[in-house]
């Protein structure tokens, strides 16, 4: 009985072993930099955002599944050339365990370095209009 609960703890202590081997290796061997422009086009058609990611993303694994972007400007997609905020560093971090059980915990949202320019046309829409809606829907 005793070699069984150590060949189960050996056993269990593998695949702990290889969980860990295999989110340090995830998170050193996979750079979300890659993703940039499938990241700009979700912002773009998802939430109606023109996001500009100049410097890089960085993020983490466990437990909290954290996002960085660096040097990064958001604009409304119907007015791009104009964006209404400059961001030197954005954080978002979930928690991963809920996210097997499809709930989304929160940790976090950092801002460092905001600037905010909110601005209004001679129509008296603003640069920040449109903001959250998909792209090709208008505000009416």
Known sequence: MKSLGKILGLVFLGL???????GFALTHLF???DYKDEIRDLARSKAGLELDIKGDIGW?????????LHETTLASAQTPEQPFADLRMLGL?????????REVQMSDITVNGLN???????????????????????EQ
């Open 16 to 22: 702990l072993l290889i969980l860990v081997a295999a």
């Open 31 to 33: 750079d979300p930099n």
């Open 60 to 68: 983490s694994l466990f437990p909290w599944l954290g996002l960085e």
């Open 93 to 101: 971090s979930v928690r991963v365990m809920p996210l097997l059980s």
């Open 116 to 138: 905010l320019t909110l601005s209004r046309d001679e129509q008296g829409r603003g640069n920040w209009e449109g903001v959250g809606q998909p792209a090709g829907r208008s």
